[in-house]
């Protein structure tokens, strides 16, 4: 099955400063890849996604990539704030498992952003 | 849009009995609900997928005798966790997919479940 891989475990920034988070998947077949953000005591939110048949897709100071042929993607936040601290999960899913979308997770990042 | 609750936002209750948790998709149609739970600073652990009007898929390892799950409506699934005890204390979270894209999964607010 699909393994995700989420390093480092935290990621301290200045404010102002950009973060990159970096995961890794196994499973080739895997064509959808959402970033989620949750904060403490809260669901996960839905920050981003990409679908394979992209390379990069943004949103605001959010954007994604997706490298298929190394298997891995990226959440880059600009202009980090203090409100960006939170854990961030991101996760992969294969349509063809017949699985109903089932996500694989990774297991998450803290992103500290200091004032 | 995408917007999923959950009811009742935390619990407490004594061992050996029953709680139920309610999940809904209050803006549009869930053809799929997810249950996960999740322990502190850990990931989100699938228990069981559900589909409206068939049973549900349970993970690995999970009880369905434990833990059951109706999704008797296309915006409702309940979990109940029968028999509670002091292990079964953790965060409960659902999610639905159902939109008209494909693979999104939005999460409700997540059930705090403590059994003393």
């Known amino acids: 099955g699909e393994n995700v891989e989420q390093h480092p475990s935290t990621l301290s920034v200045q404010e102002g400063d950009s973060a990159v988070i970096k995961c890794t998947y196994s499973?080739?077949?895997?064509?959808?890849f959402p970033w989620y953000k949750q904060e403490l005591g809260k669901g996960p939110q839905l920050i981003i996604d990409?679908?394979?048949?992209?390379g990069e897709k943004k949103d605001q100071r959010i954007a994604v990539t997706l490298n298929k042929t190394a298997k891995h993607f990226s959440l880059h936040i600009t202009e980090t704030q203090p409100e960006d601290s939170a854990v961030y999960f991101c996760?992969?899913?294969?349509?063809?498992?017949?699985?109903?979308?089932?996500?694989?997770f990774g297991k998450g990042i803290t992103l500290s952003v200091r004032p | 849009g995408a917007v999923v609750s959950q009811h009742p936002s935390w619990v407490i209750c004594k061992s050996g009995t029953s709680v139920k948790i309610e999940c809904r998709s209050l803006?549009?149609?869930?053809?799929?609900m997810f249950w996960y739970r999740q322990f502190p600073k850990q990931s989100l652990m699938l228990m069981a997928t559900?589909?409206?009007?068939?049973?549900?898929?349970?993970e690995q390892g999970v009880e369905k005798d434990k833990f059951l799950i109706n999704h008797a409506s296309l915006t409702l699934s309940t979990l109940t966790v029968t028999s509670a005890h002091p292990e079964d204390s953790s965060f409960y979270i659902c999610?639905?997919?159902?939109?008209?894209?494909?693979?999104?999964?939005?999460f409700g607010p997540g059930t705090r479940l403590t059994v003393l």
């Open positions: 999610s639905a997919h159902g939109l008209a894209g494909y693979n999104e999964q939005f």
């Open positions: 499973d080739s077949a895997s064509n959808y």
């Open positions: 990409i679908r394979s048949n992209v």
């Open positions: 996760a992969a899913s294969n349509p063809y498992t017949g699985a109903n979308s089932k996500l694989t």
């Open positions: 803006d549009f149609q869930a053809t799929t």
């Open positions: 559900s589909n409206e009007g068939s049973k549900a898929t349970y």
